[in-house]
């Protein structure tokens, strides 16, 4: 079962304007998600976080929403630029000392000028 | 090192062959994963290495799949007998502590079967 979920496999956004990313998770054991952005050939970047304990965290252009009752994260760029057009992968943790993540199947974003 | 290395970058090799993919994680970093990405999804958690020891393997597919960190420094990920199922890029990542995030991933090996 798949339990993070990232239903659109690619989005298009103008440049200039805002993206908005989603991501829906079932486990409600989870209290750390990640984001993160991967490039062709090359490996997962982390973008930004939040704690369950958070209901929303901002970096710059980076804005990620956390509505725990909804068990839906989001994503928020903005203003969008083309060096952003990559794929995106939502991340989730549990609590404990693994701490492994459990990755949502990305969504392709693409920045068209 | 700067970041997480991992080699090689491809590999190609034949049914029933064995392999071994090298990671060198972020010097200092205790915390070791293993992970296996296919093609169109996200990655899939295969194993987690505290220092030296091998905390949690319940993510290896099969007893094909074995993985070492013998000195608490670099790993290596051994898949014996290859099959055409095994293809796939495998992401090696660390973190400075145990539970620490965010986890700094390498670029990964791209793994073929023919």
Same mark, same amino acid.
């Given at each position: 079962?798949?339990?993070?979920?990232?239903?659109?496999?690619?989005?298009?956004?103008?440049?200039?304007?805002?993206?908005?990313?989603?991501?829906?998770?079932?486990?409600?054991?989870?209290?750390?998600?990640?984001?993160?952005?991967?490039?062709?050939?090359?490996?997962?970047?982390?973008?930004?976080?939040?704690?369950?304990?958070?209901?929303?965290?901002?970096?710059?252009?980076?804005?990620?929403?956390?509505?725990?009752?909804?068990?839906?994260?989001?994503?928020?760029?903005?203003?969008?630029?083309?060096?952003?057009?990559?794929?995106?992968?939502?991340?989730?943790?549990?609590?404990?000392?693994?701490?492994?993540?459990?990755?949502?199947?990305?969504?392709?974003?693409?920045?068209?000028? | 090192?700067?970041?997480?290395?991992?080699?090689?970058?491809?590999?190609?090799?034949?049914?029933?062959?064995?392999? %071994?993919? #090298?990671?060198?994680?972020?010097?200092?970093?205790?915390?070791?994963?293993?992970? !296996? *990405?296919?093609?169109?999804?996200?990655?899939?958690?295969?194993?987690?290495?505290?220092?030296?020891?091998?905390?949690?393997?319940?993510?290896?597919?099969?007893?094909?799949?074995? %993985?070492? #960190?013998?000195?608490?420094?670099?790993?290596?990920?051994?898949?014996?007998?290859? !099959? *055409?199922?095994?293809?796939?890029?495998?992401?090696?990542?660390?973190?400075?502590?145990?539970?620490?995030?965010?986890?700094?991933?390498?670029?990964?090996?791209?793994?073929?079967?023919?």
């Amino acid at each position: 079962d798949q339990q993070v979920k990232q239903n659109s496999p690619s989005l298009s956004v103008q440049e200039g304007r805002i993206s908005i990313l989603n991501c829906d998770y079932t486990n409600s054991m989870f209290d750390y998600f990640l984001w993160y952005k991967k490039y062709p050939a090359e490996g997962p970047t982390f973008l930004i976080s939040i704690s369950s304990i958070k209901d929303k965290n901002e970096d710059g252009r980076f804005t990620v929403f956390l509505n725990k009752s909804a068990k839906h994260l989001s994503l928020h760029i903005v203003p969008s630029q083309p060096g952003d057009s990559a794929v995106y992968f939502c991340a989730a943790s549990a609590g404990g000392g693994a701490q492994k993540l459990v990755f949502g199947q990305g969504t392709r974003l693409t920045i068209n000028p | 090192g700067a970041g997480v290395s991992q080699s090689p970058r491809y590999k190609v090799a034949k049914r029933g062959q064995d392999v %071994a993919l #090298r990671c060198d994680p972020i010097s200092g970093h205790v915390s070791l994963f293993w992970y !296996q *990405q296919a093609l169109g999804q996200g990655p899939e958690f295969l194993t987690y290495f505290q220092n030296e020891a091998q905390l949690d393997k319940s993510g290896l597919p099969s007893d094909r799949f074995f %993985a070492e #960190r013998p000195e608490g420094s670099v790993s290596t990920l051994k898949i014996q007998r290859t !099959q *055409q199922e095994d293809s796939a890029v495998y992401l090696c990542a660390s973190s400075l502590r145990e539970g620490d995030q965010p986890q700094h991933f390498g670029d990964g090996t791209r793994l073929s079967i023919l």
